[in-house]
């Protein structure tokens, strides 16, 4: 059974800086591509940035430049940079990871880390 756990999320002030990160049961290279998204209330969740197996990244618009998605095989993390936070970035934060096995798909989810952004 798959476990992610995610971690640093808080309370900062607009402009501040956090560090999320998301430690797996396991090796992640088994996945074929792991993720960050987010949900504030009243709205959908949203994908904030994503790393495929081979290292590849890509980001929403709204978080291209602030944010950044990197990974550690070694420890079996992921984690998200998140500079010049806005108040707009306030949300719970979910670690995804999608596991592919032939036409079977398999996705992952943490429980979620609240981020607050004050003005």
């Known amino acids: 059974q798959v476990q992610l756990v995610e971690s640093g999320g808080g309370l900062v002030q607009a402009g501040g800086s956090l560090r999320l990160s998301c430690a797996a049961s396991?090796?992640?290279?088994?996945?074929?591509?792991m993720g960050w998204y987010r949900q504030a209330p009243g709205k959908q969740r949203e994908l904030v940035a994503g790393i495929t197996s081979g290292g590849s990244t890509n980001y929403a618009d709204s978080v291209e430049g602030r944010f950044t998605i990197s990974k550690d095989n070694a420890k079996n993390t992921v984690y998200l940079q998140m500079n010049s936070l806005k108040p707009e970035d306030t949300a719970v934060y979910y670690c995804n990871a999608l596991r592919l096995v032939l036409t079977d798909r398999s996705d992952y989810w943490g429980q979620g880390t609240q981020v607050t952004v004050s003005s």
């Open positions: 396991g090796s992640i290279s088994r996945f074929i591509a």
